[in-house]
C-alpha cells in the first residue's frame, strides 16, 4: 500500500488534487455567496469548445483552457455589464452558443476520444508534469489574490451597499473574481472533469456553513474539508480503482449530507 502511494503519478495525483482542492474550497465560498454556481457550471461546460480547438491545432488542451476560459468570463462580464439582459440569461445564452459550438467541432474530431473522455470525467491520475506545474502556478496566484482580496471580496458579496458606499468598485471585483474562477476552473477540469468541476466550488463551502458558527470558521471548515475530501478521493480511486473524479465529489458529497445531518441533531439538542 505504502509502495503505491509513493509512486511518481500517485504523488503527483495527491498534490495536484490537494492544491486544487484548497483554491476551490476557498474561492467556492464567494460562489456560495454570490450565487454563481451557474456561471461556474456554464465555464466549465463551456471549455468543451476549448479542448475541442486545442485539440483540432494540436496544442495541449490543459494549456488553452487556461486562455479560453478567462476569455469567456471576460464575454460574460462586459456582455452582461453592456446589456439590459440579466446576467443569468447572458450566461445561458453564451453557453448554449459557446457549447453547442464545442459539440458541433468535437464531432468532426477523430482519434482523441481518449483525450476527450479525461478533459469530461477528469483524470488525476494522469496528471502530467506539464499539469501539475500549472496547478502550483495557480494555487501560488490565487492564494496570493484572496489573500490580499478575500476581505473586500467578502463586504461586495454580503454587503454590496455598503461596498459602494466605501468607495469600492463593486462592478471591478465581480469582474476580476470571474476572472479567477474561470482560471480556477480552467486547471481543475483535469482533476474532477468539466462535468463535475463545479463541485469542487460549491460543496465543501455549503458543507461548511451546515457547521460553522462564525464567518472565520466558516472559511477554515471549507477549505479543510475540501482537501481532506479530494484526498480521501484520490485514495478511494487508487486503491479500489474508482473513476478519480467522480471519487473526488462523491465524497464530497458525503460529507455535505454528514454536515447536514450534524446541523439537524445539533438543532435539536438545542
Known sequence: MIEILLMPFALKALLASSLISVICAWSGIFVTIKRMAYFSESISHSSLAGIAIALWIGFDPSIFLVFFSALMAGLIALVAQSSITSRDSVIGIIHATVMSAGIILLS?????????????????????????????????????????????????????ELAKLNGINVKKYDFTLMILLALIISVSVKIAGAILVTALLIIPPNAAKNISLSYNSFVRLSIISGLLCSISGVLASIFFDFPTGPAIVLVNAIFYFLSLFMRNILKIAI
Open 108 to 160: 468532426f474530431l477523430r482519434g482523441g476520444n481518449t483525450d476527450i473522455a479525461r478533459y469530461l470525467f477528469g483524470d488525476v491520475l494522469a496528471v502530467t508534469n506539464t499539469d501539475l506545474y500549472l496547478c502550483a502556478a495557480l494555487f501560488i496566484f490565487a492564494s496570493a489574490y484572496l489573500a490580499v482580496f478575500s476581505k473586500t471580496h467578502t463586504l461586495t458579496s454580503l454587503t454590496p
